[in-house]
């Protein structure tokens, strides 16, 4: 199996205007220790990344926005044939910025929705008038002809929320909506007591899949929630299901589950080469090798691509090729990488453990 990097998320920027319960940096105003980089460090990534693949680049943070020079490195990228998008809270935007992402040629934004309220949304990002400004965002992209996609994670704390989450990202008219299942990284470490137990993280799958079966008008994906393509594939032989998952050109899912280190990686504000966002062990670091050398030589990337050497369920699971286990939740939960997925519940035919 080749793997290739199709879709890189780049910390361009640590700081942030929000303090959301599960942020995977720990963001805040300030630099903290992990200051931003310049575009002319911007630049040489750049290059170095368009030497060896064109993968989708997504400018993200903390808040990308709160970088006067966003446009600049999203210009430079578009010009080396990079699909450039970015992802934001929306908090920040206005027509000029709506100006900068078109004149810059950014392809596709990602939101942040929470919630289907201001009061649950507001409290999962920890702001008063977050909702309001990702709201005024959404109104912005659509007056702009911008496309833009919603991103939502849930803990027990907003999953009340996720059909009125779904409806709403359809109402506002975006071109796709991915249900995140929150892995406990970064901020996210203080809500362990939060996250959506095992039993109600297979309710949420068996919904969403009834309800990406009947809709038409929009992507919809779990992320971070890989045994969902076990179950699309089990439905299909229990039921005999007609289930089609939808594409999206920026999508990087399909009908694979953890991607990490196969297809995507993350690039932090320092410079380390993580196999996914919620993922705190780094592959390598860009400002000690290329990216092409810490993509095919990194250990860490290797042992991910292994799916023998998994352990437990997930190594002897029919399904491994198509789902993997969440290697993030696996080490977040067990301290080891390459431990079975915990949240999944399913027994292999030939399990013996």
Known sequence: MEFIPKWIAWEITRRCNLKCVHCRSSSTLEVDGHPDFSLAEAKRVIDDIVSYASPVMVLSG?????????????????DKGLRMCLATN?????????????????????????????????????QSGAFAGMMNAAKLFRA????????????????????????????????????????????????????????????????????????????????????YYRLVLEKKKELGDDFKQRSLKFSTGGSKGCL???MICLIDVDGNVLPCSYFPLAAGNIREQSFKDIWENSKLFHDM??????????????????????????????????????????IPRNYKG
């Not at 903390?62 to 578009?78: C, N, Q």
């Not at 990602?110 to 289907?116: A, E, N, Y």
């Open 90 to 126: 929306g908090a920040l935007v206005t027509d000029k910025i709506c100006a900068g992402i078109k004149e810059s040629g950014i392809k596709m934004v990602s939101l942040s929705l929470d919630g289907d309220t201001a009061e649950v949304h507001d409290d999962f990002r920890n």
């Open 260 to 262: 990490a280190g196969q």
């Open 144 to 227: 702009n002809d911008i496309p833009f996609l919603i991103n939502s994670s849930f803990t027990i704390r907003n999953k009340e929320s996720i059909p009125g989450v779904y409806r709403l990202a359809k109402s506002l008219g975006a071109v796709a909506w991915y249900m995140f299942m929150i892995v406990p990284t970064g901020r996210g470490e203080d809500i362990m007591a939060e996250l959506v137990p095992q039993a109600m993280y297979d309710e949420l799958l068996e919904w969403h899949y009834e309800m990406e079966k009947h809709e038409d008008e929009i992507l919809v994906r779990p992320t971070c929630a890989p045994s």
């Open 305 to 346: 691509r292994d799916f023998k050497a998994y352990k437990g369920r997930c190594g002897a699971c029919e399904y491994v090729n198509v789902c993997g286990g969440c290697r993030a939740r696996a080490y977040a939960m067990t301290g080891d990488y390459m431990a079975e997925e915990p949240f999944c519940k399913h």
């Open 62 to 78: 903390g808040e990308p926005l709160m970088r006067d020079d966003v446009f600049d490195i999203a210009k430079y990228g578009t």
